[in-house]
Nanobody, 126 residues
Framework: QGQLVESGGGSVQAGGSLRLSCAAS????????MAWFRQAPGKEREGVAA???????SYADSVKGRFTISKDNAKNTLYLQMNSLKPDDTAMYYC????????????????????WGQGTQVTVSS
């Protein structure tokens, strides 16, 4: 329970796309609120997108319309499709899981989440 392993990061030019994956242990993806966070050098870790057990999604304003969070319950995997990438999207991206099935109103706050992955680096060049 609680093991999260991210993959899919890399380097891309502005305007390009990447898809991040987060393989979860047990039945995490089908049972709990999960999210993607990111942290750029010298900045606080910020919530990017969240998805509840029921598939309800939420996004930070900075990524709305460009990023899509989704999950495959059968594979117990969380995804983040990132399109129209900008240099400001450069950061380490982390997968996180809570112990709640519904995402609370503060769903993009770090304090909501109990389990964290090690992160995958995304670099966007101009």
């Amino acid at each position: 329970q609680g093991q999260l392993v991210e993959s899919g990061g890399g380097s891309v030019q502005a305007g390009g796309s990447l898809r991040l994956s987060c393989a979860a242990s047990g039945n995490t993806a089908s049972s709990y609120c999960m999210a993607w966070f990111r942290q750029a050098p010298g900045k606080e870790r910020e919530g990017v997108a969240a998805i509840s057990k029921y598939g309800t999604t939420s996004y930070a304003d900075s990524v709305k319309g460009r990023f899509t969070i989704s999950k495959d319950n059968a594979k117990n995997t969380l995804y983040l499709q990132m399109n129209s990438l900008k240099p400001d999207d450069t950061a380490m991206y982390y997968c996180a899981a809570s112990l709640e099935s519904r995402c609370p109103p503060t769903r993009l706050a770090r304090s909501v989440y109990t389990y964290w992955g090690q992160g995958t680096q995304v670099t966007v060049s101009s």
